[in-house]
């Protein structure tokens, strides 16, 4: 029921939404190829109006080699004017980034997308006594140990009592006291 409420009623059919894709997809594809060959024709034209066919036949050795400082000036100066262009966007992508960083330290830095983590009641149940146990083992691990002198250990540890009775009896055990 609940389901229902929240799956959105569509205005077509499958069938007419299938049949409106493709031919959607047919008017792409037919557009994209027109663009294309627009692309090819354009730069072709842009060639033959920046760079004119060269025409070689009929001219002498001298011609030719002026023909060539000519071209070879011109080779320079499109060089430097991409240099100078190349410079440029190399300015612009650093300043682009450093300006993105200042964004992101006013921002407060980026924060990374939370990813959902599903678990079952069960899973989570068993994740908190097993915080519970770790922080008891570990205050147990933090407990600071006291070293005893010997002395101190001799006289809370009595030994066995047997031996301690028979030690202390008659006059050896007498002097024993008197010793310590």
Known sequence: CLISLFQKKTKYSATRRLLLKQKLLKKAGVLLVQEQSNKVTERE??????VPPLKLSGLS???????????HRKCDTVDEAR???EAKVLKNEKELVDLNAKINELKGGKRPNLKRVKKSADAMLGALTEAKLSSKADFKSNLKTVKKDKKEE???DPGDWRKNVESMSGMEGRKKLFNS
């Open 45 to 50: 034209s842009t060639l033959n109006e920046r």
């Open 61 to 71: 050795v001298q011609e030719l080699q002026e023909l060539c400082k000519e071209l």
């Open 83 to 85: 240099y100078d262009i």
């Open 154 to 156: 001799e006289k809370a």
